[in-house]
């Protein structure tokens, strides 16, 4: 999940601010003029329905891409570009195939990304306070989105774990629940956070990457940082297509520990259980070089591209909706002036 790195809502004037107390519409240009003050309930909600939708809409690329990133695939599982992949998977496979592992996915994304709006806000205001007395401040995102991504990512890892098994061709599991139950009974609870350190190892630099590309990209695109949809959607596709497309080495390595691929690790006579993510570097180098590190980067690139402006535009929308709702809640208990 990536976010952008100017602030959510901008500061109100105090004409501004009486407008909206005096039950005045929010729409237009008043969107980045919301209050401050909207609570943690409004972005973990917003946050949780724009992970699931985030995650959900793109599904089958991310199994294509699972797929691609495979070491030593099957020859019936070696695929030369995206739309080829998902057409022979749906007419060798079945008409669902591509969306095995979505149950896992959505269960995993809610209350990951729920917890990552939430610390990522919370975080921000109280360092940009401290820092710029309450103005922007590009230590406050980065050390925001850091600590957001900690806590995202202890609750996604093991639903990525179990989603990228089940998205392997021939995976064995018979569904969601065996493929968690053998899973543990074979490599134990630590299995689910064997790919962890390598997972947090490419998501930071990937918020680095990505938050300097969106502000690039506004600084051209919107330079007096008005709401305007096309501007955030063109600049964050941007953002994660530069972001996805630098950090697949990681990737790669990271679906290597998820799946823990027995044709690819008995090549290179490894035994037992791949961990580690200096372990998983070299595994990779020595099973196709420089080369294998960017294996399916064209269908994370067209995953992460419309991934994140669907991300941002459902957040910007339903925190828009719910602090609204809000506002005309307390406005009806506060009666007529």
């Known amino acids: 999940m990536e976010l952008r790195t100017e602030p959510v809502v901008a500061a109100l004037d105090m004409s501004e601010s009486k407008e909206i107390r005096d039950g005045k519409s929010l729409e237009g240009d ?7 003050t909207a609570s943690l309930v409004t972005h973990m909600t917003a946050g949780a329905v724009a992970g699931i939708l985030e995650h959900t809409v793109m599904f089958p690329v991310d199994s294509v891409k699972t797929r691609m990133q495979s070491l030593q695939p099957d020859p019936k599982a070696q695929y030369r570009s995206v739309f080829e992949a998902l057409s022979r998977i749906i007419k060798t496979e079945g008409l669902l195939r591509p969306l095995r592992g979505l149950n896992i ?8 990304h729920a ?5 990522y806000e919370r ?8 820092i710029q007395n309450g103005g922007n401040s590009h230590i406050a995102n980065g050390v925001a989105g850091s600590l957001a991504t900690v806590l995202h990512d202890a609750v996604m890892n093991p639903a990525e774990v179990v989603k990228q098994r089940m998205q392997m061709y021939n995976s064995p599991y018979r569904g969601l629940l065996d493929c968690i139950r053998t899973v543990q009974a074979k490599e134990g609870v630590a299995a689910f956070y064997r790919s962890y350190s390598t997972q947090l190892t490419m998501n930071i630099p990937f918020q680095a990457v990505h938050f300097i590309t969106y502000e690039l990209m506004q600084e051209q695109l919107n330079p007096h940082r008005q709401y305007h949809p096309a501007s955030h959607i ?9 972001s996805a497309a630098v950090t697949t080495p990681m990737d790669v390595c990271k679906t290597l520990l998820n ?7 008995s090549s290179v006579h490894i035994s037992g259980h791949l961990s580690g993510m200096a372990n998983a ?13 960017f294996k399916g980067v064209q269908a994370r690139v067209i995953y992460q591209m419309p991934s994140t402006a669907i991300s941002w535009s459902v957040y910007e929308f339903f925190k828009y909706f719910l602090t609204k709702h809000q506002l005309a809640r307390e406005e009806d208990r506060a009666g007529p002036t």
């Open 30 to 36: 008043d969107y980045e003029s919301l209050p401050p």
């Open 105 to 112: 996915t959505m269960l995993g994304a809610g209350p990951a």
């Open 115 to 119: 917890l990552y709006f939430a610390c």
């Open 123 to 130: 975080v921000k205001r109280g360092l940009s306070d401290v």
């Open 234 to 242: 063109l600049s964050g596709a941007a953002a994660g297509a530069v």
């Open 259 to 265: 799946t823990q691929e027995n044709v690819a690790l």
């Open 281 to 293: 570097f070299r595994t990779v180098y020595r099973l196709g070089g420089l080369p294998a590190f």
